[in-house]
């Protein structure tokens, strides 16, 4: 078993924490069997103080909502449990569940295609929807120090940088109700959730290789992709 001072939960053999086969009335797990690296064994604190802003009524009720939503993805049949909603529709009905109007799309200039499409589906549902791609501000890469020979494109041409602070900041001063990112890049994503101060989730995550579904890789890393289980340069 590894051990480790710090929360390792992707090595966990028990995972307590679901305590699964038992009861509501039963109350919740025992950590005699939690490993060392556990959480609520390393860091009991953290949850004391996650219960208090739980219960500030506003947070209360967002995650009520969203557990109410993570629950009516699923259908129980006579033959059991199973999926029924797509996250697009996920994302109209929590939409609808917390009382949002405007939604805003911070998308990628390559998903172009795609931001036009959830606008459609999400201005059909009623939503206004303010979207701002990534190449916005029509700022040089030069700009923040690259060197031509590091741009995409040929060394002496124009290449617009990828601008995620101004997509915040305008997502920001259109008041949507929530934001929604839809195909940054790595880093550019970062910098986009770093500056956005309204709600936020994801509809999507570049992945150039797999169509924007990263988990290929994860699925194909003992077979066709056996090479990511290597030290990567």
């Known amino acids: 078993m590894v051990k480790a001072s710090y929360p390792m939960c992707a090595h966990c053999p028990t995972r307590v924490c679901e305590n699964q086969g038992s009861k509501a ?9 939690a490993p060392a690296f556990c959480p609520m064994k390393l860091m009991p604190e953290v949850f004391k103080e996650s219960s208090a802003e739980y219960n500030k009524p506003e947070v209360r009720e967002f995650a009520r909502l969203a557990s109410i939503q993570e629950a009516e993805c699923y259908e129980r049949l006579p033959d059991g449990l199973r999926t029924r909603l797509p996250r697009i529709e996920e994302l109209i009905q929590f939409s609808r569940k917390c009382g949002y109007k405007r939604i805003g799309i911070a998308h990628c200039a390559g998903l172009f295609k795609e931001a036009g499409l959830l606008t459609g589906i999400l201005e059909n549902n009623g939503f206004e929807v ?55 890049c790595i880093g550019h994503d970062t910098l986009f959730i770093k500056y956005c101060e309204v709600p936020l989730t994801v509809i999507a995550v570049k992945d150039r290789v797999f169509g924007h579904n990263p988990l290929a890789a994860l699925y194909l890393s003992e077979s066709y992709y056996r090479r990511l289980g290597n030290k990567i340069e």
């Open 25 to 33: 009335s039963e109350g919740p797990p025992s950590l005699e069997k």
């Open 130 to 184: 303010v979207s701002v791609q990534c190449k916005t501000g029509a700022v040089p890469k030069e700009s923040i120090g690259l060197r031509a020979d590091e741009k995409i494109a040929e060394p002496e041409d124009w290449e617009t940088m990828c601008n995620p602070i101004a997509q915040a900041m305008i997502i920001n001063k259109a008041k949507v109700d929530l934001a929604v990112m839809l195909g940054l």
